[in-house]
């Protein structure tokens, strides 16, 4: 994909964002995120007041999760708990690059809160005990996820970090680029402290292994 034609597609999801909340109403929020960008990933979105989010803000630590788990693919019909409180019916699409990298979501949250009051209220009158789904909580608490993305990883080698080689070090790094972790908010930050690096050293980590040159790695 050349830069003419990413700009082409990201003005396209631009305002397909804004026509889509026009359409949907206040009760969707529509989202784009720049997955390139991970301290700023919202460079779109319709009917803020959903969620509260702005342009600028970045994917919170569960909607970071549940893409990894799914493998950057497209996702639909999935409930998630705001923090105030509100069931969201959420779907993603994702555009990915010429190496299949992703590079941008669009997401779609509606807000089920009044229709479920009133289905609460219905079965109330007419005497039915309902068995509702949990959906997820959504969490904004980087660091706990990270922390266990990052012990699963140093876990998988079989040291501590302090005995780690160059080779664990670049093994952890790519566990951790594999899942999306360093598409989190100051991840890289995070992950160097936990394993007693620099974020300068990851940064170098991750340059050689997407260029798939891991002996140009800084130790």
């Known amino acids: 994909m050349n830069e003419m034609d ?6 396209l999801l631009t305002r397909l964002t804004k026509t889509l909340g026009e359409l949907l109403g206040a009760s969707s929020e529509v989202v784009l995120h720049d997955l390139r960008q991970p301290d700023h990933t919202i460079v779109a979105i319709a009917n803020q007041q959903l969620s509260g989010r702005k342009l600028g ?9 549940l893409f990894t788990e799914h493998g950057f693919q497209d996702m639909a019909n999935y409930d998630t708990l705001t923090e105030s409180g509100k069931t969201l019916r959420s779907c993603s699409v994702f555009v ?44 904004n608490n980087v660091e706990n996820v990270l922390t266990s993305l990052t012990e699963d990883a140093i876990r998988a080698t079989g040291k501590l970090p302090e005995q780690f080689t160059r080779e664990d070090k670049l093994s952890v790094i790519s566990y951790l680029d594999a899942r999306g972790a360093f598409l989190i908010r100051y991840s890289v930050e995070k992950v160097a402290a936990l ?3 620099s974020k300068f050293s990851i940064y170098n980590y991750l340059g050689s ?3 798939g040159d891991s002996e140009t790695a800084a130790l």
């Not at 990413?6 to 003005?11: M, N, Q, W």
């Not at 803000?57 to 569960?62: E, K, N, P, V």
């Not at 807000?111 to 609460?120: A, F, G, I, K, V």
């Open 195 to 197: 394993l007693g690096i």
């Open 96 to 139: 990915h690059d010429e190496k299949g990298e992703p590079i941008l979501a669009l997401c779609v949250n509606q807000d089920l809160t009044p229709m479920l009051s009133l289905r609460t209220w219905l079965d109330h009158a007419l005497h039915v005990t309902p068995t509702p789904a949990e959906p997820e909580h959504a969490e």
């Open 57 to 65: 803000d970045s994917i919170d630590a569960l909607g970071m999760r």
């Open 209 to 211: 292994l997407r260029e």
């Open 6 to 11: 990413d700009k082409r597609i990201l003005d």
